[in-house]
């Protein structure tokens, strides 16, 4: 069982991701549904720039067995199965630190979701609360949160969790997040700026580095 294709999708979801300034270095993760019983998974701690088919595990989605591959599983996988495990109807979940959403994680509020997003993000984004990377803690925190209408999740001081049908859904739910957490925090700068004009002149430069990260 080599599953060749989805291993080697899941390389070029990685790059994809890189290029985009959503996953840096080695951070960030994705979890692919193969079939009912089995998943592919990024390594742990490797260059997504030097990843090749060979180190992207398949695991058996169950118990989170490796079946096949070269690497050690993310330390997150736990994380993306607990997603997996809860919505069948998810085939791809993907973890980012991407600038703007995870600094909304920061803040540990929900986002409501205007109708335009709804279709890929769900009905809100909720907040799971903070715990260690990796831990079980923190997949059962993530776990608490999930519903059939949400697929994005904001993880306290940590980022953020999107999912979708496929990989084109979940990748699209993460560009939207991106756009969301922008209009979200442009509106906070805003009423900030209106509270206290003298913060005026640098509060918009954020909002100036915001659009740069947002349509680069």
């Known amino acids: 069982m080599n599953f060749e294709a989805q291993r080697q999708h899941i ?56 079946v096949s591959g070269d690497q050690t599983p993310t330390v997150e996988a736990s994380l993306h199965a ?31 979701v205007p109708p335009e997003f709804r279709a890929t993000l769900g009905t809100r984004v909720p907040v799971a609360g903070y715990a260690p990377s990796g831990s079980s803690w923190l997949s059962s925190k993530l776990a608490r949160q999930i519903t059939s209408d949400v697929n994005a999740y904001l993880m306290l001081n940590h980022g953020i969790l999107c999912c979708g049908r496929d990989s084109a859904g979940a990748m699209q739910a993460v560009d939207d997040l991106e756009r969301l957490a922008s209009a979200h925090l442009r509106l906070r700068i805003a009423e900030r ?19 740069r990260i947002t349509h680069s």
């Open 193 to 211: 700026a209106a509270l206290d004009p003298a913060l005026g002149p640098a509060l918009w430069r954020v909002t100036d580095a915001l659009d």
């Open 82 to 112: 607990q997603v997996l495990r809860a919505r069948p109807d998810v085939g791809c979940s993907i973890h980012t630190h991407q600038p703007v959403a995870s600094a909304c994680a920061l803040l540990g509020r929900e986002l409501a």
């Open 11 to 66: 390389v070029e979801l990685c790059i994809h991701l890189s290029l985009r300034g959503y996953f840096a270095g080695t951070g960030g993760n994705i979890m692919l549904r193969i079939d009912a019983e089995h998943v592919a998974v990024t390594p742990s701690a490797m260059d997504y720039f030097a990843m090749g088919p060979a180190d992207v595990c398949v695991l058996r989605l169950s118990n989170l067995e490796k």
